[in-house]
């Protein structure tokens, strides 16, 4: 591998890390948008979650305009058809999951469980070559986890699960964008996951007794979900674009922290101590492997 090789595959990953945890931020926001909408002011989380995805739609339609419909061509439909199903389906089960009175926090650590699907799936599908450092960190970050959640504590609840659920299925959901990515462009990608979604979350909310943010502040905190989604995913397709899925999953660990952030200052949830632990081995882990791949290359 010569020197300009290797200068260019380390650019390539920090550029994917810094996309990975700049949608990590935008994630968090949508996400403390999301739970005081469904949480505080009563939306049903399938209303919650068309309103989101359909802001999103129109948000991205710049992008349709630039890249135009020819932009649009696949040649894998049923990839795409596969792939959104999986992430409807996430998305679902998530947005439920931050309508339960719990801690945004405990969601996300929960949610964590997801790298290990990504990482065993990144090895047996995608044929990518996960090192020891990589399973190794994120190991790391999945304990740090736990620790934060203390599943075996009298305050866990089993309504909580549903994040794990949706881990599973976005695990799933994000190996099928990179495969998408080998011949794809990331706006595109976005583009069919935000066209796909938007009639399968509205069939999912008629069915539930489709709801109309009744106050001016759930129609803020709905457009603000919705843009922010917008622009996580965007980068989140651009994160994948730059470098391979086992390598990417501890800066998704950095959601962590974000998210406590977000619960604490919107409603107030002050993490028992166990938090700082296992957001130390996050974020230890994360800056672990960043620094082994600087200097592999």
Known sequence: MTDATIVSNSKAALTGAFWMVFAGVGFALSNVSIQYLTMTLGLASPSATFWQYFVSLVAMAPVVWRIGFSGLKTRRLGLHILRVGLAALGVQLWVAALAYPVPIWQAIALLMTSPFFVTIGAALVLGERVTSRRWGATLLGFIGGMIILAPWSEAFVWGAL???????????????MKKLEEEESPQSVTLYLLLFLSPINLLLAL????????????????????????????????????????????????????????????FGWVPPGNLWLGAALIIGASLFIVQAERKTG
Not at 163 to 175: D, E, H, Y
Not at 234 to 258: C, E, G, V
Request: proline share 5%; charged share 5%; aromatic share 10%.
């Open 162 to 176: 549903l994040p794990v659920a949706a881990a599973v299925l976005w695990g799933s959901s994000i190996l099928c």
């Open 207 to 266: 069915g539930a007794g489709f709801e109309v943010p009744g106050t001016a502040m759930a129609w803020w905190l709905v457009i603000a979900a919705g843009l922010l989604g917008a622009v996580a995913n965007s980068t989140l397709a651009m994160a994948y674009a730059r470098t391979d899925a086992a390598y990417l999953q501890p800066f998704d660990h950095l959601k962590l922290p974000l998210n406590v952030l977000c619960g604490f200052i919107v």
